[in-house]
């Protein structure tokens, strides 16, 4: 599943950045998601949890921020939210950005002048915010 890849990844990182600080323990693990990813945050929560376990990650408590993703077309200058467009798409079409997130310029177009060439300015990825 695309959870578990990003939650290894995660934990990999992690572990990096705690023994950067020197961390023998990590307490707080705070993430950011971006809402283009699409994740399915109790997979990815359990997912974390499980590849954590006889790590300096276990027992950690994990904090998650789901940031907006905000679209800007680059042929008319609108700005509007991913969100906006989401609802319209099918059930196969969220499927295929959640796995290919490159793949939301097929589906979802600007609104008001229905180019496909626009440019996610946030919301998109994972990201360590914090380890202590």
Not at 10 to 37: D, F, H, P
């Amino acid at each position: 599943m695309h959870e578990w890849a990003l939650a290894e990844a995660v934990v990999n990182s992690a572990i990096k950045m705690a023994q950067e600080k020197k961390l023998s323990q990590v307490r707080i693990l705070s993430l950011k998601v971006g809402e283009v990813q699409q994740i399915d945050m109790e997979v990815f929560d359990y997912a974390i949890k499980e590849i954590s376990k006889g790590t300096i990650l276990e027992n950690s408590e994990i904090k998650y921020t789901i940031f907006p993703a905000k679209l800007l077309c680059n042929n008319c200058g609108n700005e509007w939210s991913y969100m906006e467009s989401f609802e319209s798409l099918t059930e196969e079409e969220r499927e295929a950005i959640h796995f290919i997130p490159e793949t939301i310029h097929v589906y979802i177009k600007c609104p008001k002048c229905k180019s496909p060439d626009f440019e996610i300015k946030e919301g998109r990825g994972v990201f360590i915010e914090e380890i202590t």
